[in-house]
Protein backbone atom coordinates (compact mmCIF):
# COMPACT_ATOMS: atom_id res chain seq x y z
CA UNK A 1 0.00 0.00 0.00
CA UNK A 2 1.23 3.36 -1.02
CA UNK A 3 2.13 6.45 1.55
CA UNK A 4 0.29 9.47 0.22
CA UNK A 5 2.85 12.11 0.41
CA UNK A 6 2.53 15.73 -0.31
CA UNK A 7 5.10 18.26 -2.10
CA UNK A 8 5.56 21.44 -0.57
CA UNK A 9 7.46 24.69 -1.22
CA UNK A 10 10.08 25.18 1.56
CA UNK A 11 9.25 29.00 2.06
CA UNK A 12 6.26 27.82 3.14
CA UNK A 13 7.58 25.85 5.25
CA UNK A 14 10.12 28.50 6.57
CA UNK A 15 7.21 31.09 6.80
CA UNK A 16 5.40 28.71 9.23
CA UNK A 17 8.55 28.70 11.28
CA UNK A 18 9.01 32.67 11.57
CA UNK A 19 5.37 32.69 12.28
CA UNK A 20 5.90 30.41 15.37
CA UNK A 21 8.82 32.63 16.44
CA UNK A 22 11.54 30.37 15.71
CA UNK A 23 15.01 29.96 14.28
CA UNK A 24 15.01 27.31 11.56
CA UNK A 25 17.36 26.10 13.71
CA UNK A 26 15.28 25.67 16.74
CA UNK A 27 12.50 24.32 14.70
CA UNK A 28 14.87 21.50 13.61
CA UNK A 29 15.21 20.20 16.89
CA UNK A 30 11.54 20.31 17.39
CA UNK A 31 10.57 18.64 14.32
CA UNK A 32 14.13 17.13 12.41
CA UNK A 33 12.90 15.84 10.08
CA UNK A 34 11.94 19.53 8.86
CA UNK A 35 15.58 19.60 7.23
CA UNK A 36 15.06 17.05 4.96
CA UNK A 37 11.90 18.82 3.55
CA UNK A 38 13.62 21.97 3.60
CA UNK A 39 16.28 20.55 1.04
CA UNK A 40 14.02 19.42 -1.07
CA UNK A 41 16.01 15.81 0.01
CA UNK A 42 12.53 14.64 0.90
CA UNK A 43 8.86 14.75 0.55
CA UNK A 44 6.69 14.46 3.37
CA UNK A 45 3.89 12.53 3.82
CA UNK A 46 0.00 13.86 4.49
CA UNK A 47 0.50 12.75 8.33
CA UNK A 48 3.64 14.04 9.16
CA UNK A 49 2.41 17.37 7.39
CA UNK A 50 -0.64 17.13 9.43
CA UNK A 51 1.80 16.52 12.75
CA UNK A 52 3.76 19.72 11.48
CA UNK A 53 1.33 22.03 11.01
CA UNK A 54 -0.20 20.89 14.72
CA UNK A 55 3.51 21.20 16.35
CA UNK A 56 3.91 24.47 14.95
CA UNK A 57 0.03 25.64 15.68
CA UNK A 58 -1.04 26.75 12.23
CA UNK A 59 -4.16 25.49 10.47
CA UNK A 60 -2.98 22.85 8.23
CA UNK A 61 -5.56 24.68 5.07
CA UNK A 62 -2.89 27.54 5.54
CA UNK A 63 -0.03 25.25 3.95
CA UNK A 64 -1.62 25.24 0.64
CA UNK A 65 -3.17 28.74 0.23
CA UNK A 66 -1.66 30.51 -2.83
CA UNK A 67 -1.15 33.74 -0.70
CA UNK A 68 -0.16 33.47 2.74
CA UNK A 69 -2.50 35.63 4.89
CA UNK A 70 -2.40 38.72 6.50
CA UNK A 71 -2.69 38.14 10.21
CA UNK A 72 -2.83 40.58 12.19
CA UNK A 73 -3.95 41.99 15.73
CA UNK A 74 -7.20 44.35 15.19
CA UNK A 75 -5.47 46.87 17.65
CA UNK A 76 -2.06 48.62 18.28
CA UNK A 77 0.10 47.05 21.09
CA UNK A 78 2.27 49.57 23.00
CA UNK A 79 5.81 49.15 25.03
CA UNK A 80 7.99 46.22 25.46
CA UNK A 81 8.47 43.73 22.85
CA UNK A 82 5.26 44.10 21.33
CA UNK A 83 5.78 48.03 21.05
CA UNK A 84 8.37 46.51 18.10
CA UNK A 85 8.15 47.83 14.50
CA UNK A 86 6.94 44.47 12.64
CA UNK A 87 6.72 42.43 15.99
CA UNK A 88 4.58 39.63 15.65
CA UNK A 89 3.85 37.28 18.42
CA UNK A 90 1.65 34.22 17.73
CA UNK A 91 0.70 33.57 21.53
CA UNK A 92 -0.54 36.55 21.49
CA UNK A 93 -2.25 37.15 18.29
CA UNK A 94 -3.88 33.11 19.10
CA UNK A 95 -4.99 34.83 22.21
CA UNK A 96 -6.50 38.11 20.77
CA UNK A 97 -8.42 36.02 18.27
CA UNK A 98 -9.78 33.95 21.24
CA UNK A 99 -11.40 36.73 23.09
CA UNK A 100 -12.32 38.17 19.68
CA UNK A 101 -14.04 34.91 18.85
CA UNK A 102 -16.01 35.05 22.27
CA UNK A 103 -17.04 38.98 21.68
CA UNK A 104 -18.72 37.94 18.04
CA UNK A 105 -20.66 35.48 19.53
CA UNK A 106 -21.35 37.59 22.93
CA UNK A 107 -23.07 40.49 20.52
CA UNK A 108 -25.03 38.25 18.69
CA UNK A 109 -26.16 36.75 21.53
CA UNK A 110 -26.61 39.53 23.65
CA UNK A 111 -28.80 41.44 21.21
CA UNK A 112 -31.04 39.11 19.95
CA UNK A 113 -31.89 37.63 23.78
CA UNK A 114 -32.76 41.61 24.96
CA UNK A 115 -29.68 41.74 27.87
CA UNK A 116 -28.85 44.39 29.00
CA UNK A 117 -25.25 45.40 27.79
CA UNK A 118 -23.05 47.72 28.68
CA UNK A 119 -23.13 51.68 29.31
CA UNK A 120 -19.97 53.21 29.78
CA UNK A 121 -18.01 52.47 26.15
CA UNK A 122 -16.83 56.07 25.25
CA UNK A 123 -18.01 57.72 27.91
CA UNK A 124 -14.81 59.19 29.38
CA UNK A 125 -12.70 62.04 26.89
CA UNK A 126 -9.18 62.19 26.84
CA UNK A 127 -9.21 66.17 26.84
CA UNK A 128 -11.10 66.03 29.69
CA UNK A 129 -9.04 66.60 32.97
CA UNK A 130 -7.54 63.33 34.57
CA UNK A 131 -9.21 63.72 37.95
CA UNK A 132 -12.40 64.37 36.32
CA UNK A 133 -11.84 60.98 34.33
CA UNK A 134 -11.02 59.42 37.75
CA UNK A 135 -14.07 60.49 39.59
CA UNK A 136 -16.23 59.08 36.44
CA UNK A 137 -14.72 55.68 36.92
CA UNK A 138 -14.87 55.85 41.29
CA UNK A 139 -18.40 56.48 40.50
CA UNK A 140 -19.32 53.55 37.87
CA UNK A 141 -17.40 51.33 40.14
CA UNK A 142 -18.74 53.02 43.25
CA UNK A 143 -15.81 52.78 44.93
CA UNK A 144 -13.97 55.88 47.39
CA UNK A 145 -10.54 56.85 47.29
CA UNK A 146 -9.32 54.33 49.97
CA UNK A 147 -11.37 51.49 48.88
CA UNK A 148 -8.10 49.33 48.95
CA UNK A 149 -6.72 50.26 52.59
CA UNK A 150 -9.57 47.51 54.42
CA UNK A 151 -8.38 44.90 51.80
CA UNK A 152 -5.29 41.94 52.86
CA UNK A 153 -3.76 42.40 49.79
CA UNK A 154 -3.15 43.20 45.78
CA UNK A 155 -5.41 39.97 44.84
CA UNK A 156 -7.74 40.50 46.84
CA UNK A 157 -8.44 44.04 45.34
CA UNK A 158 -8.36 42.19 41.76
CA UNK A 159 -11.52 39.91 42.82
CA UNK A 160 -13.25 43.42 43.61
CA UNK A 161 -12.76 45.03 40.79
CA UNK A 162 -13.22 41.78 38.64
CA UNK A 163 -16.91 41.87 40.06
CA UNK A 164 -17.54 45.20 39.68
CA UNK A 165 -16.17 45.16 36.15
CA UNK A 166 -19.24 41.74 35.81
CA UNK A 167 -21.46 43.95 37.34
CA UNK A 168 -21.50 46.84 34.74
CA UNK A 169 -21.45 44.69 31.69
CA UNK A 170 -17.16 44.42 31.45
CA UNK A 171 -15.90 40.75 30.62
CA UNK A 172 -12.73 40.19 32.38
CA UNK A 173 -10.49 36.77 31.52
CA UNK A 174 -7.58 36.12 33.27
CA UNK A 175 -4.55 33.36 31.23
CA UNK A 176 -1.03 32.87 31.49
CA UNK A 177 -0.66 30.85 28.63
CA UNK A 178 -3.10 30.48 25.25
CA UNK A 179 -6.00 28.82 26.39
CA UNK A 180 -5.66 25.76 28.33
CA UNK A 181 -1.78 25.01 26.56
CA UNK A 182 0.62 24.86 29.28
CA UNK A 183 3.54 24.62 26.30
CA UNK A 184 2.41 28.21 25.04
CA UNK A 185 3.34 30.64 27.97
CA UNK A 186 1.85 34.56 27.44
CA UNK A 187 5.24 36.21 28.10
CA UNK A 188 5.14 40.04 30.09
CA UNK A 189 7.50 41.12 27.40
CA UNK A 190 4.76 40.51 24.89
CA UNK A 191 1.89 41.24 26.76
CA UNK A 192 0.88 42.40 30.17
CA UNK A 193 -3.28 42.71 29.11
CA UNK A 194 -5.59 44.64 26.82
CA UNK A 195 -8.73 46.33 25.92
CA UNK A 196 -10.72 44.92 22.84
CA UNK A 197 -13.43 47.75 22.99
CA UNK A 198 -17.36 47.36 22.06
CA UNK A 199 -20.40 48.34 22.56
CA UNK A 200 -22.40 45.91 23.72
CA UNK A 201 -19.32 43.57 25.10
CA UNK A 202 -16.06 44.97 26.19
CA UNK A 203 -13.61 42.49 27.25
CA UNK A 204 -10.33 43.23 29.17
CA UNK A 205 -7.99 40.68 28.94
CA UNK A 206 -4.79 40.41 31.94
CA UNK A 207 -1.60 38.24 31.58
CA UNK A 208 -2.12 36.19 34.72
CA UNK A 209 1.69 35.57 35.17
CA UNK A 210 2.41 39.33 35.76
CA UNK A 211 2.44 40.43 40.00
CA UNK A 212 -0.67 41.11 40.94
CA UNK A 213 -0.13 44.62 41.72
CA UNK A 214 0.71 44.75 37.96
CA UNK A 215 -2.42 43.02 37.18
CA UNK A 216 -4.03 45.58 39.14
CA UNK A 217 -2.74 48.64 37.33
CA UNK A 218 -3.31 46.41 34.23
CA UNK A 219 -7.24 46.14 35.14
CA UNK A 220 -7.94 49.85 35.51
CA UNK A 221 -5.70 50.64 32.59
CA UNK A 222 -7.48 48.98 30.24
CA UNK A 223 -10.55 49.69 31.44
CA UNK A 224 -9.86 53.17 31.09
CA UNK A 225 -9.43 52.33 27.40
CA UNK A 226 -12.88 51.44 27.48
CA UNK A 227 -14.28 54.51 28.87
CA UNK A 228 -12.43 56.09 26.23
CA UNK A 229 -13.14 54.01 23.16
CA UNK A 230 -10.03 52.95 22.24
CA UNK A 231 -8.95 49.08 21.52
CA UNK A 232 -5.23 48.85 22.84
CA UNK A 233 -2.67 46.41 24.70
CA UNK A 234 0.76 47.05 26.40
CA UNK A 235 3.93 45.20 27.25
CA UNK A 236 6.51 44.83 29.68
CA UNK A 237 8.03 47.73 30.14
CA UNK A 238 7.45 50.02 32.68
CA UNK A 239 8.91 53.36 31.03
CA UNK A 240 5.53 55.43 30.94
CA UNK A 241 4.20 55.58 27.03
CA UNK A 242 4.75 59.16 24.92
CA UNK A 243 1.36 58.12 23.16
CA UNK A 244 -1.35 60.22 24.20
CA UNK A 245 -4.19 57.82 24.90
CA UNK A 246 -1.22 55.27 26.57
CA UNK A 247 -0.23 58.38 28.90
CA UNK A 248 -3.87 59.40 29.46
CA UNK A 249 -4.55 55.58 30.59
CA UNK A 250 -1.48 55.52 32.73
CA UNK A 251 -2.18 58.84 34.05
CA UNK A 252 -5.84 57.54 34.98
CA UNK A 253 -4.66 54.19 36.27
CA UNK A 254 -2.24 56.20 38.56
CA UNK A 255 -4.72 58.35 39.98
CA UNK A 256 -7.41 55.88 40.81
CA UNK A 257 -4.99 53.39 42.74
CA UNK A 258 -2.55 55.91 44.11
CA UNK A 259 -4.73 59.13 44.40
CA UNK A 260 -2.92 62.27 44.96
CA UNK A 261 -5.37 63.63 48.35
CA UNK A 262 -4.64 60.58 50.04
CA UNK A 263 -0.59 59.90 49.14
CA UNK A 264 -0.53 63.49 50.53
CA UNK A 265 -2.02 62.92 53.63
CA UNK A 266 -0.54 59.65 54.27
CA UNK A 267 2.58 60.06 52.80
CA UNK A 268 5.93 58.41 55.31
CA UNK A 269 8.41 57.62 52.66
CA UNK A 270 8.07 54.15 53.06
CA UNK A 271 7.11 52.68 50.11
CA UNK A 272 6.78 49.37 50.95
CA UNK A 273 4.64 50.83 53.80
CA UNK A 274 2.55 52.37 51.41
CA UNK A 275 2.56 49.91 48.62
CA UNK A 276 0.56 47.60 50.93
CA UNK A 277 -1.52 50.20 51.87
CA UNK A 278 -2.70 51.24 47.93
CA UNK A 279 -1.83 47.32 46.56
CA UNK A 280 0.04 49.00 44.13
CA UNK A 281 3.31 48.75 43.25
CA UNK A 282 6.41 50.21 45.15
CA UNK A 283 7.25 52.18 41.34
CA UNK A 284 3.28 52.98 40.91
CA UNK A 285 3.66 54.77 44.71
CA UNK A 286 7.27 55.81 43.92
CA UNK A 287 6.34 57.61 40.68
CA UNK A 288 3.40 59.33 42.13
CA UNK A 289 5.11 60.44 45.17
CA UNK A 290 7.79 62.09 42.60
CA UNK A 291 5.23 63.47 40.72
CA UNK A 292 3.59 65.32 43.51
CA UNK A 293 7.33 66.47 44.94
CA UNK A 294 6.75 64.12 47.62
CA UNK A 295 10.05 62.50 46.61
CA UNK A 296 13.04 65.00 45.40
CA UNK A 297 14.86 64.11 41.78
CA UNK A 298 17.85 61.91 43.82
CA UNK A 299 15.89 59.62 46.67
CA UNK A 300 13.60 58.73 43.40
CA UNK A 301 16.75 58.24 41.26
CA UNK A 302 18.17 56.13 44.00
CA UNK A 303 14.87 54.18 44.43
CA UNK A 304 15.03 53.41 40.72
CA UNK A 305 18.27 52.06 40.71
CA UNK A 306 17.54 49.67 43.30
CA UNK A 307 13.75 48.64 42.11
CA UNK A 308 15.97 47.72 38.58
CA UNK A 309 18.76 46.20 40.09
CA UNK A 310 16.36 43.80 41.87
CA UNK A 311 16.50 40.33 40.28
CA UNK A 312 12.66 39.79 38.54
CA UNK A 313 10.82 37.31 40.81
CA UNK A 314 9.77 34.07 39.29
CA UNK A 315 6.43 32.56 38.57
CA UNK A 316 5.34 30.82 41.57
CA UNK A 317 5.31 26.95 40.97
CA UNK A 318 2.04 26.16 41.11
CA UNK A 319 0.37 23.67 43.75
CA UNK A 320 -1.67 21.88 41.64
CA UNK A 321 -4.57 24.05 42.47
CA UNK A 322 -8.14 23.58 41.01
CA UNK A 323 -8.28 23.16 37.30
CA UNK A 324 -11.75 24.23 37.53
CA UNK A 325 -11.15 27.40 39.26
CA UNK A 326 -8.46 28.29 36.91
CA UNK A 327 -10.84 27.65 34.46
CA UNK A 328 -13.36 30.24 35.29
CA UNK A 329 -10.56 32.75 35.42
CA UNK A 330 -9.80 31.73 31.87
CA UNK A 331 -12.97 32.21 30.73
CA UNK A 332 -14.70 35.05 32.55
CA UNK A 333 -17.71 33.99 35.06
CA UNK A 334 -20.28 35.94 33.22
CA UNK A 335 -19.36 34.79 29.73
CA UNK A 336 -19.47 31.44 31.09
CA UNK A 337 -23.13 31.64 32.59
CA UNK A 338 -23.81 33.48 28.77
CA UNK A 339 -22.70 29.80 27.25
CA UNK A 340 -24.19 27.65 29.66
CA UNK A 341 -27.62 30.06 29.05
CA UNK A 342 -27.24 29.72 25.47
CA UNK A 343 -26.81 25.93 25.27
CA UNK A 344 -29.68 25.13 27.94
CA UNK A 345 -32.31 26.84 26.01
CA UNK A 346 -31.18 25.06 22.68
CA UNK A 347 -29.71 28.62 21.13
CA UNK A 348 -25.93 26.88 21.13
CA UNK A 349 -24.46 23.68 19.78
CA UNK A 350 -22.67 21.62 22.44
CA UNK A 351 -19.89 21.68 19.60
CA UNK A 352 -19.89 25.55 19.20
CA UNK A 353 -19.70 25.87 23.34
CA UNK A 354 -17.16 23.75 23.34
CA UNK A 355 -14.79 26.00 20.70
CA UNK A 356 -15.70 28.69 22.68
CA UNK A 357 -14.69 27.68 26.31
CA UNK A 358 -11.46 25.64 25.30
CA UNK A 359 -13.84 22.80 27.59
CA UNK A 360 -14.88 19.46 25.94
CA UNK A 361 -16.82 16.92 26.61
CA UNK A 362 -17.46 15.49 30.54
CA UNK A 363 -14.65 18.52 31.47
CA UNK A 364 -16.99 21.04 29.72
CA UNK A 365 -20.34 19.26 31.67
CA UNK A 366 -18.33 19.40 35.31
CA UNK A 367 -17.45 23.12 34.92
CA UNK A 368 -20.64 24.59 33.79
CA UNK A 369 -22.50 22.44 36.71
CA UNK A 370 -19.76 23.13 39.30
CA UNK A 371 -17.69 25.67 38.98
CA UNK A 372 -20.37 28.43 38.20
Request: aromatic share 12%.
Amino acid sequence: MSVERVSIQPERLRWVIRRAGLSEENAIKHFPQLRSWLSLEKIPTLNQLKDFASKFYVPFGYLFLHDVPDERIPFPMFRGEAGKQDHFNLNVYDTVMTIQFRQEWLDEYIEKNDIDSCKIVGTVNMEEPVNVAVERLRSILDLDSRWAFSLTSSEAAISVLSQKLQEIGVFIVFNGIVGNNTHRPLLVSDCRGFALVDKIAPFIFVNSSDSKSAQLFTIIHELTHILVGISAGHAGSEVPSRIANENFCDKVAAEFLVPASVLREIWNGDLKYLSHRFKASELVVARRAHDLNLMSDEDYRKFWLIYTSRPKPGKKVSKGGSFYRTSVKRIGRNFAVHVRNAVNNNQLSYTDAYRLTGLYGKTFETFMTKSL
